[in-house]
């Protein structure tokens, strides 16, 4: 009997610990857990570019956007944004999305203009859905700022202005 009762006990003390779950670490975002600029691959446009994040130089501050190509809501976004570029060039800019449509990628970028913004840097496919999970995106376009050490500032979601962005970014 004593060893059925030791026995129970250690089969509900490994259950409770099986999954390495730790609720109060669940509730947090992964952004916030790992304050690092994630590294992450991004298809590039030309659609066999891999693009690693890890790759992005620390020493200035970044700007990871999400986004769709045909997302309304994305669209009026960056027809804010681009315009107040100035007002983030001292951001290197990220667009990813996870757009399989390569041709309604480029042709984003083609309509928003997008290479004749400097400081936007790359432009790619999540194509393994890694940021969309990581920030826990539910909607686009979100924004995440980190500074020039590439640690984590600020995450913006649903609905921003470009004074809110600018009141992040003119302090790093």
Known sequence: MKTKLILAIILILSQLGAYGQDPVQDTIPAYRRSPNFPAFNMMLPDSSTIFNTYNIPSGRPAMLVCFSPDCSHCQAFFKKFLP????????????????????????????????????????????????FTFYNVRSVPDIAIYDKKKKFVKYLEKEFTNDEIYSVTSKL
């Open 84 to 131: 107040a570029m100035d007002s983030f060039k001292n951001m290197d800019i990220y667009l990813v999305t996870p757009s399989n449509q390569f041709t309604a990628i480029r042709k984003f970028i083609e309509d928003y203009h997008i290479n004749d913004y400097k400081n936007i840097k790359r432009v790619g496919r999540d194509y393994e859905f890694f940021c």
